[in-house]
């Protein structure tokens, strides 16, 4: 598929979309599509589904925007369609205050169902940083992932960056009060 066609932001922004992304299989189908279109029947087996199901959520991210058909063939009098991402990257809505953010969930159930023998780089750090510390090293993450998205070869195993660089939530003293 030629990636000059291809926009670079795909913004979510109905209510349909959100839906379509926050579901953890249709997650699952993006990322087979991230890097070369699929038919169903190559969805199916890549993310172990049956042909039906997957077709069925593969519908909904089309309807909503998310992926398209990107080029068709005639097998044994049969359309075989080829379904892409329709952009390079999805931009969710901030969850807002209290929400769940489906990256995340999304992150840690492909974790948890990654093969626990398998390499991983697993790790959390609490960081007391300035606020041009904290957007700088926002920066650069963004830019680390960025560099290495490019140098994604559909040809190899997938790999997953997560990373999430925040300001928890003020903690109350427990009780409530001062002791």
Known sequence: MPTDDVPETFHVTTDEQLRAVSNLTRHRIMAV???????????????????????YHVRLLERAGLVKVVRT??????????????????????????????????AVADLEASPADGERHVRMAHLRLTEEQFAELGARLHALADEYRKLSDPALPDASLVFALFHPARRGQAGGGAA
Request: hydrophobic letters at 35%; proline letters at 5%.
């Open 33 to 55: 599509l991230r890097f070369e279109p699929a038919t169903i029947t190559q969805i199916a087996e890549r993310v172990g589904l049956a042909k039906g199901s997957s077709s």
């Open 73 to 106: 063939r005639k097998v044994r009098g049969v359309v075989e369609r080829y379904y892409a991402m329709a952009a390079r990257t999805i931009e969710l809505p901030d969850p807002g205050e209290g929400g769940t953010d489906v990256l995340m969930r999304h």
